[in-house]
């Protein structure tokens, strides 16, 4: 299989790259060539040398020369994790657009044609987000809720989603979208993630620094660890067609919990010491689009094997396995 990461860069797209070197076999068919597609590569290509089917294709998908060399030979399977995070899209529509829209877009039609000349349709795992629900009212949400954006990156996921399910219904791709929660924990950096709070509380507590939260104890939010998140990355690109809904699109099942159960556990797991510089001072603002999420409820997911951390000790456990620990 030749299989493609976009935006292999990131977290995500490494973690699943070095998933991906380290059981070949993992989507059902050996991958033969993994190429990581990205602005630049990751230094050193850290647990990715064990795999001489790795290859790096750094460029820009806005620039239709680099989708041309990215795509010169047909792709097995696509996994689509490149973006510009939601607050940075925000604050330059210009390069949202250009990236979250119009690059998708574009990079969506060159494997359509692929699929309209022969070629076994490509498979394409898209990496969508929450941020399509735009704010969440209290209750319980379900996986027919009505996606209703406030943020251009949440509208521009959603747009992605609707061309993936109307591509596949045509058979010109093989499309399945995977709404992701706040995947952790990110590595720090100014990502422009709203949501990036959820992965500095690890990264604080672990390196036992002060840390001013922009969200209360009691904000709650929908996670999932990077190990989690992998896995349903690359259950999704086994599903068989014939059991995706016609939207192809899965919203997938979440931990949900507060702001303070996961300090909590942090204490529990590090010493309180680890948290005794935290602040709490709210932004109505982030905790309204990032710390007000409630109860979802995701059944059709769970019966078609997709998965959740289970409880905040087993994200905290997932999560601090991938973090350094200062000596």
């Known amino acids: ?131 399509v629900y735009g704010v969440l009212g209290p209750g319980v949400v379900n996986e027919d809720c009505v996606p209703r954006p406030t943020i251009s990156y949440g509208a521009h996921k959603l747009m992605t989603e609707i061309l993936l399910a109307d591509l596949s219904r045509r058979g010109e791709i093989d499309a399945r979208s995977l709404r992701l929660p706040g995947i952790v924990g990110r590595p720090v950096s100014a990502s422009g993630h709203g949501s990036a709070f959820m992965s500095l509380l690890f990264h604080k507590a672990v390196a036992r620094e002060g840390y001013v939260c922009p969200v209360s104890r009691d904000a709650t939010a929908w996670w999932m660890s990077l190990t989690t998140c992998v896995a349903n990355l690359v259950w999704a690109a ?26 909590a556990t942090l204490a529990d797991r590090l010493g309180p010491e680890s948290i005794s510089g935290f602040r709490f001072v709210p932004d109505m603002a982030v905790e309204s689009l990032f710390g007000r999420f409630p109860v979802l409820s995701a059944p059709g997911a769970k019966a078609a094997g997709f998965i959740s951390d289970p409880d905040p000790s087993a994200l905290v456990t997932q999560v601090l396995k991938g973090l350094r620990r200062p000596r």
């Open 1 to 131: 299989m030749r299989v493609v990461i976009t935006g292999a860069s990131g977290f995500v797209g490494h973690g699943l790259a070095k998933f991906l070197c380290s059981n070949p076999d993992a989507l059902g068919k050996p991958v033969s060539k993994l190429v990581l597609a990205d602005l630049t590569p990751r230094d050193a290509d850290q647990g990715l040398q064990g795999f001489e089917g790795t290859e790096w294709h750094c460029g820009d998908l806005t620039d239709a020369a680099y989708l041309d060399s990215l795509l010169k030979e047909p792709v097995d399977c696509l996994f689509h994790l490149a973006s510009v995070p939601g607050l940075a899209a925000e604050r330059k529509p210009d390069l949202g657009w250009s990236v979250n829209l119009s690059g998708s877009m574009a990079l969506i039609e060159r494997l359509a044609h692929q699929g309209s000349e022969g070629v076994r349709p490509p498979r394409v795992v898209f990496a969508s987000s929450i941020a």
């Open 238 to 263: 086994k599903l068989d067609s014939a059991t995706m809904p016609p939207s192809r699109l899965w919203q997938l099942p979440v931990l949900h919990a507060s702001v303070g159960d996961i300090v």
